[in-house]
């Protein structure tokens, strides 16, 4: 059984930073894709980063140059550092996990980011 446990969303003003961590435990491989997706009220889930295994990065174009996704493969835990956050970065952000095939789903957290 695979778990994703996310942690550090908050409360933040505009221009603020704030870091997510998502720690996997369970039958983790090794080559797996991990990504930081954010739904916003009355929108769809959008893809904000992921990267794989080997540490190869992708990001949405809104948060390119403001949002670094990193890994630790020993730890099996993604972090996603978020800086000059923006009032419509506000989200719950959810971790998920690609591994065999199968997806996986933290509980998310909530970033609101006040102007």
């Known amino acids: 059984q695979v778990q994703l446990v996310e942690s550090g969303g908050g409360l933040v003003q505009a221009g603020g930073s704030l870091r997510l961590s998502c720690a996997a435990s369970g039958s983790i491989f090794s080559i797996n894709f991990m990504g930081w997706y954010r739904q916003a009220p009355g929108k769809q889930r959008e893809m904000v980063a992921t990267?794989?295994?080997?540490?190869?990065?992708n990001y949405a174009d809104s948060v390119k140059g403001r949002f670094t996704i990193s890994r630790d493969n020993g730890k099996n835990t993604v972090y996603l550092q978020m800086n000059n956050l923006k009032p419509e970065d506000t989200a719950v952000y959810y971790c998920?996990?690609?591994?065999?095939?199968?997806?996986?789903w933290g509980q998310g957290t909530q970033v609101t980011v006040s102007s």
């Open positions: 998920r996990l690609l591994l065999a095939g199968a997806l996986y």
């Open positions: 990267i794989t295994s080997g540490g190869s990065t």
